[in-house]
């Protein structure tokens, strides 16, 4: 069966200052991996999303991710964080052979200090 | 765009009633997906719809809950009875069409609390 696994329930970082939030997963076959944030009130916005190639992969809002088979994980990124980028972040993971359903992860709320 | 429109916003009931939450999902999208993301956690994939037929239930408490789309687009999930544990945010999403590797875009959601 697939699962998603974010270590951070709070990730707090100061304004200007990279940021990392952390996904790994586990899958039986090939892991499709996607990146949601979610603002109060309002529902998942997507951000990125990894299938195949290149395992950095850029998506909005200057977030990226890097997809690392060996460890089993999908780290977002940003190089310099804003205030704006403080909301919960959902890593998710669909297994070709489980289907097309997500998975999702329980969650990492990203505070962006000023 | 429009997006994945969702209603009511809220819903405050008591347990044993019943309560409906309404989807209407981007235009031309055949795929639409409820989930269920109770405080704290990721959300649940309750059940999957493409065009107007059930593709996935399997997480759907049946013996409570029932979904319908009737002509393919707009849909409907029902609750009777609610327990207390039925709070939650209810979700609608669609995609353009079904696969792995297709994002779903998502509807503001419907709180659900149940006293």
């Known amino acids: 069966a697939q699962s998603v696994a974010q270590p951070e329930d709070q990730v707090n970082v100061a304004e200007g200052n990279p940021l990392t939030v952390k996904c790994t997963y586990s899958?039986?076959?090939?892991?499709?991996l996607f990146w949601y944030v979610q603002y109060p009130n309002r529902g998942l916005q997507f951000l990125l999303k990894?299938?195949?190639?290149?395992?950095l992969v850029k998506g909005s809002y200057g977030f990226e991710a890097e997809f690392n088979k060996s460890q089993t994980s999908f780290h977002l990124k940003k190089p310099s964080a804003l205030v704006s980028d403080s909301a919960l972040y959902f890593c998710?993971?669909?297994?070709?052979?489980?289907?097309?359903?997500?998975?999702f992860g329980p969650g990492t709320r990203l505070s962006v200090l000023p | 765009e429009a997006g994945v429109a969702q209603s009511p916003r809220y819903k405050i009931i008591e347990k044993r009633q019943s309560v409906a939450f309404w989807c209407n999902p981007i235009?031309?999208?055949?795929?639409l997906y409820w989930y269920q993301q109770i405080l704290g956690q990721g959300p649940k994939l309750l059940i999957q719809?493409?065009?107007?037929?059930?593709?996935?239930d399997s997480q759907l408490p049946k013996d409570r809950f029932s979904a319908e789309r009737l002509k393919g687009v707009d849909s409907t999930l029902k609750i009777q009875p609610a327990k207390l544990e039925d709070s939650a945010v209810y979700l609608c999403?669609?995609?353009?069409?079904?696969?792995?590797?297709?994002?779903?875009?998502f509807g503001p959601g419907t709180r659900l609390t149940v006293l």
């Open positions: 999403a669609s995609s353009l069409v079904p696969g792995v590797y297709n994002e779903q875009f």
């Open positions: 899958v039986s076959g090939n892991p499709y």
């Open positions: 990894y299938i195949t190639g290149d395992n």
């Open positions: 998710a993971v669909r297994d070709f052979n489980y289907g097309q359903n997500f998975v």
């Open positions: 235009s031309g999208h055949a795929t």
């Open positions: 719809f493409q065009n107007n037929g059930v593709v996935d």
